[in-house]
Nanobody
Framework: QVQLAESGGGLVQPGGSLRLSCAAS????????MDWYRQAPGKERELVAR???????NYADSVKDRFTISTNNAKNTVYLQMNRLKPEDTAIYYC?????????????WGQGTLVTVSS
C-alpha cells in the first residue's frame, strides 16, 4: 500500500505564494516520477509540474517561471512552490506518484488540497 499525504493549500491573495507538500509512505520501492496536477471547477484535470527520479523537471506553460517542483533528499516528499499566484491558479491540487516494482508500474494519487487565489 502507498499513502500520499498532501498539505499546504489555502486562501491567498493574487501575487502571493504558497507551498504544497506531498509525502509518500508505505510500499514506495522505486519512485519514477512525482507530479502535481490541478483541477479547476468545470475543467479537466491538468498536469502542472513533474519531477523524475533523475531530477528532470517539466512545467505547464501557464506556470513556468512562477512554480517550482522539488523533492526532499530522500525523494519521498514532493513540493510545489507557487509564486505570483493568479486567480486562474485556483483549483484543487493533487499529487501523483508513479512507482515501479520490477516491470510493473502503478500510479497513486493524493486526496487533493484546495488552493484559492482571491482578494
Amino acid at each position: 500500500q502507498v499513502q500520499l499525504a498532501e498539505s499546504g493549500g489555502g486562501l491567498v491573495q493574487p501575487g502571493g505564494s504558497l507551498r504544497l507538500s506531498c509525502a509518500a509512505s508505505g510500499s514506495i520501492f522505486s519512485i519514477k516520477t512525482m507530479d502535481w496536477y490541478r483541477q479547476a471547477p468545470g475543467k479537466e484535470r491538468e498536469l502542472v509540474a513533474r519531477i523524475t527520479s533523475d531530477d528532470t523537471t517539466n512545467y505547464a506553460d501557464s506556470v513556468k517561471d512562477r512554480f517550482t517542483i522539488s523533492t526532499n533528499n530522500a525523494k519521498n516528499t514532493v513540493y510545489l512552490q507557487m509564486n505570483r499566484l493568479k486567480p486562474e491558479d485556483t483549483a484543487i491540487y493533487y499529487c501523483k506518484v508513479l512507482i515501479a516494482m520490477g516491470y510493473v508500474y502503478s500510479e497513486h494519487w493524493g486526496q487533493g488540497t484546495l488552493v484559492t487565489v482571491s482578494s
